[in-house]
């Protein structure tokens, strides 16, 4: 496992298990643990965590994970027409 958390994050949109969408709401706090929907990692009670709400789902980030994503997950083909 020598996999970027960018590499992930790419592998995981293209797989369809991270949304391209574009969240509708954002809220932050600090981890419980819980583990990061970019790179897997558990978010740790002091690191920031970012609640991201979609349409269908509530994921969780790393406040740095959430910032990588959001750019790969704009630039992804699957937001521009491809199921
Ligand atoms: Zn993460």
Known sequence: MDQTTVEKILAKL???????Q????????YGSGNPC???DEP???HLVE???DLESTTLLF???CDAMW????????????AP
């Open 14 to 20: 293209s797989d369809g298990l991270l949304p391209v």
């Open 43 to 45: 978010i740790l009670p």
């Open 50 to 52: 970012h609640e991201v």
């Open 22 to 29: 574009e969240p509708e709401k954002t809220w932050g706090g």
């Open 70 to 81: 959001r750019p790969t997950a704009a630039g992804s083909p699957r937001r521009h027409g």
């Open 37 to 39: 929907a970019a790179c």
């Open 62 to 64: 790393h406040a740095a």
